[in-house]
């Protein structure tokens, strides 16, 4: 018994390439941490997080045939601005505040991810940026690991299926991951191949109604909710959580700039015209806002974020309920449009003191300042997985039908601007095959797929959810 105890404790003693396939993050005890991509700080967080492996009583290994588990990572460091009491000093004499993040995924011997997060800066850090984000991940992945349910896997690879081509258009904001997906999914089942563009919700719903593609993807549920472009005869399955976040670049702000409903309706109408309004003053004391007018830049296209945008502001300003409304298109009264999140992203990285909004892994990747938003408990709360996870359960605590929006969800620690995301397709699909594999894509997302989405700042479905929306799946055959 005691041999047995050591065992379990100390990892795996079997010889190189025999060790054990971790099925699930509790199970993984040696592991092979992989080169890490991103930027000049990449090497140092993948240094500080094997410092934190061995510190918290994982073996890691030298190869990844010698480990059960491989972690795979991604980061990033840059400087948002410098803290001084005297400005006329030269730069290194100056505090540097960083932004950043920290993503990885720890994925099976057999290449399933079994565990993915997504780490930014603490709002205090005492320690190196690069220490304060894998401490951080860390703190996570033993909560994860300790997790007595796993979510539910996914069948093996069906080799039943067919070579089949499915198309798919839509959303930009679950992008990213959509096609992350898409491309494990094709490793696991190599005679599906699956393309996505990502034209918009309103567009992607438009081609699915033409019959062009055979799913579209939307941030929208259903025709009587500002699209009415669905056709009136499909399903949906929600796949994921993702936050819309309001991005800035303004100079010389080294702490997160807060946001109430009140503010952003007030940008977006164009009553608030400068930076240093006392409307934005009175939320951000020692803030230092310049006395410069505010370039406001909205979608162009018709949107599924700017749908769960609009939607938050309608349900807390009535300023904005009056005078705009929601939807994927509205008239707005101020500002400049461009096409998908990305390009709002990128407007605002190359516009001084602009104003957007994108869902946050485009904040992420662009190296973009994103405030804090007021929820309905008066709490500023910043966009994040833990953050996300609670707006999900709180608008889906009374296991009642599934809410087409979740924006301003009642709990105290819950992000306002969430949504879900969903695929849509039709009812009633004559190619038996595309049949079948739509199936087995869509059983994988909601299952496998959900371990990879943390990775790239999307939360995962709660895991009833996830339950529910397999059982619906398994329903279409």
Known sequence: ???????????????????????????????????????????????????????????????????????????????????????????????????????????????????????????????????????????????????????????????????????????????????????????????????????????????????EVDFAASDVSSPDLGNPHLPTNFRRIATVLGAVVPIYNVSGLTEDLRFTPEVLAGIYLGRIRKWNDPEIRKWNRGADLPDQEIVVVHRADGSGTTYTLTDFLTKTSPEWKTAVGMGTHVNWPVGVGKEGNDGVASEVQSTPNAIGYVELVYAIQHQLSFGTVRNSSGEFIRAGLDTLAEAARSATSDNSELPASITNAAGKGAYPVATFTWILLPADIKDRAKEAALVEVLKWMVTDGQRECSALAYAPLPRELADRELQLINSFK
């Not at 930014?120 to 190196?128: D, H, Q, Y």
């Not at 067919?162 to 096609?179: D, E, N, S, W």
């Not at 005679?191 to 438009?206: K, L, N, P």
């Open 1 to 211: 018994m005691l041999f047995l105890l050591l065992l379990a404790t100390l990892g795996c003693f079997a010889p190189v390439g025999q060790c054990q396939n971790a099925q699930s993050l509790g199970g993984v005890k040696k592991v092979y941490v992989d080169a890490f991509s991103g930027g000049k700080a990449a090497d140092q967080l993948r240094a500080n997080l094997i410092k934190r492996l061995k510190r918290d009583n994982y073996q890691v290994a030298d190869s990844p045939a010698d480990a059960d588990a491989v972690v795979k990572g991604d980061g990033q460091v840059w400087i948002k601005g410098y803290l001084t009491t005297n400005w006329r000093a030269p730069t290194t004499n100056r505090q540097p505040v960083y932004g950043g993040y920290l993503s990885v995924e720890v994925v099976g011997k057999d290449g399933k991810a079994l565990w993915s997060y997504l780490v930014t800066p603490g709002k205090l850090v005492w320690t190196s940026i690069t220490d304060d984000l894998t401490g951080t991940l860390m703190k996570q992945w033993i909560a994860a690991a300790r997790e007595p349910n796993p979510a539910a896997s996914a069948s093996q690879p069906n080799p039943n299926l067919t070579q089949t081509v499915l198309h798919g258009a839509g959303a930009t904001f679950p992008a990213p991951l959509y096609r992350k997906w898409f491309q494990t999914f094709e490793q696991r089942n190599p005679q599906v191949r699956i393309t996505y563009d990502a034209v918009g919700s309103e567009e992607g719903a438009q081609r699915l109604a033409a019959g």
